[in-house]
DNA sequence: ACTGTTTATGCAACTAGTTGCACAAGGTGA
DNA sequence: TCACCTTGTGCAACTAGTTGCATAAACAGT
């Protein structure tokens, strides 16, 4: 149930039309909250009606024009319980991992080359982030908006660390297992 | 759509029921492939439906009976043939990541007490694990499945350490913050 | 016997996210 | 000027996961 709010959020950041915040969901808020532009359009509807957000009156409404949205002061109120309401993690679900854990009963066969397509993804992620972080958080003191924002991309950097270094242990693991592994022996 | 071959990896590391298996879900994959009681039910109606699995013909299927399952030949390929399938890695969402980028619009006013709280699951989690690893993989060289698991288990842990790391220099931050974060100059 | 708790299975309704497609306006090149 | 591409908005159907509740047997206490 968090749309809505990193919708509010994107917005808070600065006013956009539904196409914009997709572009903006791509390369930004979308690394750690991903949404496609029916979910958003659909969306955006829902929060006007609930007024917590309003087209911009500058053209006409019509199919194929733009329309710019900003957030009302009802949007931010409920942007802002939102963010220091307390809330419980939610259960995390990975794939790659239990297909890991499957390949120990069934055999490794095939997994190899998608774990090396995985690497190579995870590592161009990384070296994204870590192009953003050159160009937009120069080392120097900051003001507090800045420095929240770098705190965010610093996590997108750890996390992808971890996986291009887990990914590779597993590979030289895999270097290491008999053809095929378990399935062998069944 | 994973939820299915995270029971049949479940099923072919132990036969089980219903209950057996939300219970390792609890402890086990579900680490990294959560699922209630509910879904498990339902799914593995879907599965005996689908002839990848079949109860075991024990006991009389009653309301309240325990019924226990194993997989067929048939389940065990299309495992196979699942974990050996290329995927795309799914887009992640992490609403703590979220509120942090909100708060540095809104202010970070409550947030920090949650920070402190998801610290300490995180911890908690962690040391759970690393009692796994203690207790399930002493050091020494083992076969391909045990070390298959250990990696998936390293995965786990790596992760949490992650976490904790993050969330220290996070609360660490928040105390060189003004009071209330960027919601001050609104 | 009866009440309550635990173990065990399961249905139904709801919420969130994905996929496929449609529609409209404006520009580009043949 | 017609055919095609891009930009922009949006609906509908589907899939996956969550929440709330129902049912039934077994057992324990009183």
Redesign the pocket.
């Known amino acids: 149930?968090?749309?809505p709010h990193a919708i509010l959020t994107a917005l808070l950041e600065k006013k956009s039309?539904?196409?914009?915040?997709?572009?903006r969901f791509d390369r930004s808020i979308g690394y750690f909250?991903?949404?496609?532009?029916?979910?958003i359009?659909?969306e955006?509807?829902k929060l006007e009606a609930d007024g917590l957000i309003r087209a911009l009156p500058s053209e006409q409404?019509?199919?194929?024009?733009?329309?710019?949205y900003e957030v009302l002061p009802a949007g931010r109120a409920e942007l802002a319980r939102w963010t220091s309401a307390s809330q419980d993690p939610?259960?995390h679900?990975d794939a790659l991992l239990l297909r890991l854990r499957a390949a120990a009963v069934v055999g490794t066969a095939g997994l190899e080359a998608d774990l090396r397509r995985h690497l190579e993804l995870h590592e161009r992620q990384l070296a994204e982030y870590e192009e953003i972080e050159e160009r937009d958080f120069p080392p120097g003191r900051d003001g507090a908006e800045v420095r929240l924002r770098h705190l965010v991309l610093r996590a997108g950097i750890d996390l992808e660390t971890f996986w291009t270094q887990w990914l590779r242990r597993a590979l030289a693991d895999f270097a290491e297992l008999p053809d095929g592994g378990p399935a062998e022996q069944v």
């Open positions: 149930m968090s749309l039309s539904g196409l914009e915040l997709t572009r909250w991903s949404a496609t532009h029916q979910q359009y659909r955006l509807g409404p019509a199919r194929g024009q733009k329309k710019s939610k259960p679900r």
